[in-house]
């Protein structure tokens, strides 16, 4: 069984050593003991991770890399840290064990928390503090926690997620997209984030504790779709991925053949050539995101739970697979989740389908389109009635496509010269540009 970020006992000297170190730079997860801090390669300097976290050059947001700006610290006043990561306006996920671990573990206060939008997080201004109103725990988590002696199981089973949700909107940033449809490749590149403390890989000597949002690379080498153990309910198990740290030498893999099933992850091969700024997670890295591109969309598949070691290579993450919680999550969803707010008005900005503002009875005036009906908010695809075009259809993989139930046909919409009084668009079925008003 692997060593876990929560719930850990000290075993030896050295351990209490670091334990200590930790406490005092109050970048920990409320554990027992534990040496997890972020991991990265020896033959790179910490500039490039630092970058990545930032989406500066050359690691802006594109469709190489994810954007990072949903990504938060969350902190409380006890001094415990943990990441989290925005999936709409007011709504973070992240690890349960960051708020409760063990059966003595009072429930969690959310007036004791905040979510910080900023690295270094100890430098924010008071606007990118977010007070949090409700702290929710995955009930799969609550109810394992009597398990292993009162440390819990939830972990091992896919279970350990939570959702907070702020007092307030966040203005200015686009939330982070939920797991799409179908099983993650194996051997696809995961970016991963957080506000973990630093090690380097080969020798596992500390830096500087970390205060700022770091970013890394991965691949992944395991998926759990869903953990089966016949002495569970169905209702507490999730599923798991996980990736291993990959070192320049290529002597170390931790999910190689020759290696045990970790708990519920099971055996199987493994690449041991590290990517691009590849790394590990740590202490503080817990409930932070692991970004996939799937769909044309980079989107959180992960969220930290648990790790093996103490961040040198060979050292095993294992995620919280959000896919299979996507309902559960979801159900803490507003309408229009996936737009920013813009701080203008109720106006919203979608990523691909641009500025809107919705209105009554599920009326939306849309910068180009103008007045749109929509019978159900999208997150991703939706059918909208528009005058004199009618009934169409239309999502993130193809807009300005749409396709148009009235012509039978599909269009393409040109942006640049459309107006709320005119829209002007390309129709396949005759091959020829029509603007009507």
Not at 55 to 61: A, F, T
């Amino acid at each position: 069984m692997l060593r876990r970020i929560s719930n850990l006992p000290e075993k030896e000297s050295k351990l209490r050593f670091f334990w200590a170190l930790a406490l005092s730079s109050c970048l920990i997860t409320p554990s027992k003991g534990t040496t997890r801090r972020l991991g990265k390669l020896d033959n790179l300097t910490w500039s490039s991770y630092y970058d990545l976290g930032l989406n500066s050059s050359p690691y802006e947001s594109s469709g190489q890399f994810p954007d990072f700006s949903p990504v938060g610290a969350l902190l409380s006043k006890e001094g415990v840290l943990g990441t989290g990561t925005l999936v709409a306006p007011s709504v973070v996920v992240t690890a349960a064990h960051l708020f409760r671990n063990s059966l003595s573990s009072p429930s969690p206060q959310a007036m004791d928390w905040q979510f910080i939008l900023h690295s270094p997080f100890d430098q924010a201004s008071e606007s990118q503090k977010f007070a949090v109103s409700q702290v929710v725990l995955h009930p799969g988590w609550v109810a394992r926690l009597s398990q292993l002696g009162g440390r819990g199981d939830g972990d091992m089973l896919g279970v350990d997620l939570a959702v907070v949700l702020l007092q307030e909107e966040v203005v200015g940033v686009y939330p982070a997209k939920l797991p799409a449809e179908g099983v993650e490749p194996i051997g696809a590149k995961v970016i991963l984030g957080g506000f973990g403390n630093l090690v380097d890989g080969l020798t596992g000597s500390q830096g500087v504790l970390n205060k700022r949002r770091v970013g890394g690379a991965n691949t992944l080498d395991r998926v759990v779709v869903q953990v089966e153990d016949a002495n569970v309910p169905a209702e507490h198990l999730g599923g798991l991925l996980a990736i291993d740290f990959d070192s320049p030498q290529l002597d170390v893999n931790g999910l190689g053949s020759d290696e045990p099933a970790i708990d519920y992850v099971p055996t199987g091969t493994s690449d041991a050539t590290p990517v691009d700024l590849e790394a590990s997670t740590a202490v503080g890295d817990s409930g932070g995101p692991a970004f996939m591109k799937i769909s044309d969309a980079w989107r959180i598949v992960g969220s930290v739970s648990y790790g093996s070691s103490d961040s040198t290579y060979g050292d095993v993450t294992v995620y919280t697979r959000l896919a299979n919680h996507k309902s559960w999550l979801e159900a803490y969803l507003p309408a229009w989740s996936q737009a920013r707010k813009t701080g203008q008005g109720g106006w919203l900005e979608s990523d691909w389908f641009g500025f809107f503002l919705p209105e009554a009875s599920n009326w939306n005036y849309h910068s180009s389109h103008g007045w749109l009906y929509l019978p159900q908010a999208g997150r991703e695809s939706f059918w909208a009635w528009q005058p004199n075009i009618g009934w169409w259809w239309s999502g993130l993989s193809v807009y300005p496509f749409i396709y148009s139930s009235d012509r039978a046909s599909w269009l393409y919409f040109e942006l640049s010269q459309s107006t709320p009084q005119k829209s002007a668009f390309f129709n396949y079925e005759k091959s020829d540009w029509v603007q009507v008003p």
